[in-house]
């Protein structure tokens, strides 16, 4: 995996804890876009740009936001290799037209010569700082979801004011179960912190199968940021995770809300055109050498997330 340690690369590969559980180190670059500027970040058309890669959920989830907000105009965006090598995350030739990097770890250098840490997408860069604003996800989507609205004639509000507070809960109770279990259960380094790790994530899909049968979305039947953060993961479900990461005991299309759900958030408009399954098959089974030495990659599964999903007669008044 690797990462940076006083401005130098380094490429260390991953260590799991003393009872070989997966921990998943902490973002570093933690400030904020604001529309009033009062972050000392303000929001602008052509000020920031989004280091990403479609492989990954995390950025998955930010492209999503970006796409249902029509903010393609306004965030500019360098894609990522999706194979990631010995030095990291890196870029074609010229693809990176902000820095010119061959290396994502090159970014963050440019934004902390000192820095120390981890090297992820999505990373939000400020040309005009030139600097790198911040690098978690789930903040990123907040940011993107109100303060660029100047900027924007899209309108749905990802994180509903009334509903503010159901939809936080909602992503947090997804989060170490499901979106951060899959790779709990992939990277664990004992039998036990596997099945542990596979144990809740499965116990939590059981209850969103349930939580799902009665309503649209996972917070009442309106689309918001809970459904964009749990989508990523479903989506790479059962072509990457249930194989790769062993996360075998059931298929998402063994659950019959989950599943049609999954298809009904795919064929919500814009969100087809931010997910890319081929990369997410191509990083997980390529890059991932400790998991899958040869580096083999699966033709299969066929997956039809554009088949009729049934989704608005859930919820709905009779």
Known sequence: MGRVVDGVWTNEALQPDERGRFVRRATSFRDRVSADGSTGFAAAAGRYHL???NACGWSHRVLLVRSLK???DVISVTQAEPFMGDQGWSFAPG?????????LH??????????????TVPALWDRETGTIVNNESSELIAMLDREFDAFTDARPQ???EDRRAEVEAMIAANYQPVNNGVYRAGFAGTQEAYEEAVTELFARLDELERLLAGQRFLVGNTLTAADLCLFPTL????AVYNLH?????????????????TRDVYQ????AEASVLEDAREHYYRSHESVNPRRIVPLGPTIDFTAPHGRERVGAPG
Do not use: I, M
């Open 51 to 53: 280091y990403v890669q």
């Open 70 to 72: 029509r903010l393609h």
């Open 95 to 103: 693809a990176d037209l902000v820095h010119g990097a061959r290396y």
């Open 106 to 119: 090159e970014v963050y250098t440019a934004a902390r010569p000192s820095y120390t840490g981890r090297v």
């Open 158 to 160: 990802l994180y509903p």
């Open 235 to 238: 989506f790479r479900f059962d």
């Open 245 to 261: 990461f062993k996360c075998s005991v059931r298929r998402l299309r063994d659950y019959p809300n989950l599943w049609a759900y």
């Open 268 to 271: 919500t408009p814009g969100v």
